[in-house]
């Protein structure tokens, strides 16, 4: 998943241009989905439009689905956004996911706007809700999308979110086509979004680490600014605020070497039930962020290379 992110210094368009080579990067490493997040009139992301971030992203890959992590779908007419997605997926057939979460506007609303939306799709592109409780999982379990759970911003509630998805009903567009005769059941299909940095050292991701949660920190006390670099870091004395709203992000957060990664990440998918997980990475330089990805893939490529297998990316 990735949300363009904005290093200090530089600027909205290198970042973009950033988060197009990491697509084709990554799609070379292995990994099945690239999703583009959405934010708006923030210092740190640079992605307020998945819409057009998914056409771009299609353009230069040949393969992996590519998606939204997601559209916030109380912003918009629940037509206009299902007019958008099929063109998409009209162009790139059976490469288009459409994530949608609920932030950005009346909580209350979003399920009738979600119905909405549903009733004016097809099976393509596949709906996954995404969300950070046991009611959006038990609202994706009720209207047949594919949920994410967002352990990168609460991890409480994931094992009983997913508990409670995956006992509900099956998985709107993983139906059985009418040539099979209609008899397959499909199985509820979740997947884990976790933020993790990955270093060629347990002492360099520690680094990226300290930097990501220093941004973060802030950005939970009200400062919104891009995201440090390694001077910035050194030179910061952490408030009392700011160290404990570290140590609660420290708790979503996986970090080490690729094998330390691995063992955490293969964990976290078992404990979910899930055979999919979502790698969300900020740094401040692309390249750390790029490096981090190639190592958790050359670290995951067994798992990667089959999708039944826990921990696929």
Wanted: hydrophobic share 45%.
């Amino acid at each position: 998943m990735d949300q363009s992110p904005v290093p200090d210094g530089g600027t909205e368009a290198e970042a973009l241009r950033a988060s197009l080579a990491l697509a084709r990067a990554a799609e070379e490493l292995g990994f099945a989905r690239y999703w583009v997040a959405e934010h708006h009139g923030s210092a740190a992301f640079a992605g307020a439009a998945p819409e057009v971030m998914v056409g771009a992203v299609l353009a230069v890959t040949t393969s992996m689905r590519v998606g939204s992590g997601g559209v916030l779908l109380p912003r918009y007419p629940s037509v206009k956004v299902a007019e958008v997605f099929r063109i998409l997926s009209a162009l790139h057939p059976g490469r288009v996911d459409l994530g949608v979460g609920r932030a950005g506007g009346p909580a209350a609303d979003f399920p009738r706007k979600l119905v909405e939306l549903l009733a004016r799709l097809g099976p393509e592109p596949p709906v996954w809700l995404l969300g950070a409780s046991t009611g959006s999982a038990e609202l994706a379990a009720r209207l047949g999308t594919a949920y994410c759970f967002a352990h990168f911003l609460n991890s409480d509630p994931g094992e009983a979110a997913m508990s409670r998805y995956h006992a509900g009903g099956s998985v709107r567009g993983d139906v059985a086509s009418p040539s099979s005769g209609g008899d397959a059941v499909p199985e509820p299909r979740g997947a884990v979004a976790v933020r993790v940095m990955v270093a060629d050292t347990a002492g360099e991701a520690d680094a990226l680490a300290e930097a990501f949660l220093l941004w973060r920190s802030r950005r939970d006390l009200g400062h919104d600014e891009t995201l440090p670099g390694s001077d910035r870091v050194r030179r910061h004395r952490w408030t009392p605020a700011e160290l404990d709203r570290a140590a609660v992000n420290r708790r979503t957060l996986v970090h080490g070497t690729a094998e330390q990664a691995r063992t955490a990440l293969i964990g976290l998918a078992d404990a979910h039930g899930v055979c999919e997980l979502v790698v969300n990475t900020l740094t401040h330089d692309p390249a750390d962020r790029l490096r981090s990805y190639r190592l958790l893939a050359e670290a995951m490529a067994d798992t990667m290379a089959a999708p039944d297998t826990m921990a696929h990316l």
